[in-house]
């Protein structure tokens, strides 16, 4: 692994200068062969540089960004559709080589996410030289971040928008609980209930208090030392929060059926999708327990992201302004994708793992 600062250069040959006149035919890329872990279905080779459809625009790849459902999709998917696969991954920064009619011109440098159907659909995801993504999923990368800092802000920052703003529509002076607060969701949405004026509460271990108080969080909980819900209802918060937002995807509900102890009533619960075990306890305890049998009486909402364009210009309007700050866990060459997988599959990352694909890049 290499940090942000050592990050190699990598040795993959750009594909071709990025102009109209010079788009090669053919490129290297990572393909997904069929279903299972990274390093066994994940292959590096050439495949042909796509044709853009109407309202696409053709980038070429500086840098991609890795997401836990990058790797989690890859045990799902059917060998039909890895069959079609030429590149895998979503989110990316680049230059826009072929603008095809969109509000894009040739040269722009863009920060976007190709949605995850089109990547199985299409074939074409962000590990590629070039690739292709609707122009209303790509917006202007700030001036004030480099490509491999801006490749890792649209799936876990536009989440983290859309809990907060979208979905839960928290206010200046208003409360907000972070589960997760070190994830690169939870790290994001720190910055930006800071940049409205909430206030901010937060889980990690212990060894990422620093890192979750340089972001901004106001209240620390080691979810180590005891159980969180326990802590949280010994802290007894007065005012209450208004917004809990699970970032860390826990599948065991403790959290939502106690936090009527520590959630405002009308306030809300998110989650950023509920993984692993206890399915049927789950959707009993939230979904379909009557309160007067018990169930919770406060809002759960899954969190499913849907990156529209204005969102993405306004959260790109907060990183030129200094309000939201780039996360960079690692840095790693596009060769060395594999080892960027390994690193983020440790659960253990602060900040995005990026794979710089074009070695030239910042
Ligand atoms: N619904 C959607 O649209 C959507 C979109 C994006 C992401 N997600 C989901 O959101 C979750 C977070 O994604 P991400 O990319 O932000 O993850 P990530 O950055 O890879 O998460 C790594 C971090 O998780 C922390 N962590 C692990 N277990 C924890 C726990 N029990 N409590 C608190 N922190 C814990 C680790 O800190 P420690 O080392 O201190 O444990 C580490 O800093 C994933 O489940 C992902 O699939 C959903």
Known sequence: MMSADQAQVATAAPAAEASSKSIPTTQKSWSVTGS??????????????????????????QAAALNPVGYK??????SFVARRSKAHEFDLAGVVVDANGTEFKEGDEIFGVIPVLSVFLNGYGALAQYTVLPAQRAVIRPKNVTPTQAAGFPIAGLTAYQS??????LE????VFINGGSTAVGSFAIQLAKAVGARVAVSASGKNEQYVRNLGADEFFDYTKAPLHEQLIAADPNPKYHVFLEAVGTADPTLFVESEKYLAPGGVFLSVGPQGGGCLSFIWKVFLQPSWLGGTKRTWKLVSLDAKKNELEAFAKLVEEGKVKPLVDSVFSFEDTLKAYERIKTGRATGKVVVKVDPTAE
Do not use: C, N, R, W
């Open 73 to 78: 999709v890859l045990k799902l998917v059917p």
């Open 164 to 169: 907060l703003f979208t979905l839960a529509k």
């Open 172 to 175: 200046e002076g208003q409360s």
């Open 36 to 61: 299972g872990d990274p390093d066994k279905v994940l292959k590096f080779g050439d495949v042909p540089v796509p044709k853009q459809k109407k309202g696409e625009i053709l980038v070429k790849v």
